[in-house]
């Protein structure tokens, strides 16, 4: 528009005018687009939530990883009360050659379990089950290491008694199955 021969009150009244409608333009367009940011800023609330729990879990995953190996490092190493040819030709009862006490072994293995009863709810199903059958197949090991029965009088593992040597690779499939999972689910993409 030319305001150039146009009196200045018309110039001013058509400025008001425009002014106003951009207001109202402007204050239509955000009363019908609150939904859409409304809508916006959940989605981002969601998009962190979410990013936070798969954060949480992949550390709670990372955590029982970690406790499969130490078991499956516990169960292996078959504490140091492994009994020698050598030390059983000196005549010691399995009593004498215990270098640590029953009692510490059964509180170590009471300690596992306390930490994974911890961390098996924030598992997935999947998770959990694994967790939870290493820590079964440890107390399995650790029973017969504790044992007061004597090896002869013990049932065998061909009528249905536990094999120890079973167990353990229970324990070592389990332990890498979990460590697998870890990797598969919280480094894949790092």
């Given amino acids: ?40 800023e959940i989605d981002k609330a969601e998009i962190a939530r979410k990013a936070k729990g798969a954060e949480m879990h992949c550390e709670k995953l990372r955590e029982a990883a970690s406790l499969a190996a130490e078991i499956e490092f516990s169960a292996d190493r078959g504490y140091p009360n492994i009994v020698r040819l050598s030390d059983v030709m000196t005549g010691a009862t399995a009593e004498q050659l215990r270098k640590v006490p029953d009692q510490q072994v059964i509180d170590e293995l009471l300690a596992y379990e306390k ?3 911890a961390l098996i709810p924030l598992l997935t199903e999947e998770e959990a089950a694994l967790l939870n059958r290493i820590t079964l197949h440890h107390d399995v ?50």
Wanted: aromatic share 6%; hydrophobic share 40%; glycine share 6%.
């Fill in 1 to 40: 528009m030319d305001f150039e021969n146009k009196p200045w009150h018309i110039a001013v009244a058509l400025t008001l005018v425009m002014s106003l409608a951009t207001g109202l333009g402007n204050l239509g367009s955000s009363y019908l687009l609150i939904s859409a940011k409304n809508r916006e």
């Fill in 115 to 117: 930490r994974a009863s």
């Fill in 141 to 190: 090991v650790t029973q017969l290491r504790t044992s007061k029965v004597p090896v002869e009088q013990r049932v065998s593992p061909r009528d249905g008694g536990f094999n120890a040597n079973s167990e353990l690779n229970d324990i070592r499939l389990s332990s890498s199955e979990l460590a697998a999972a870890y990797r598969l689910r919280c480094t894949y993409d790092q």
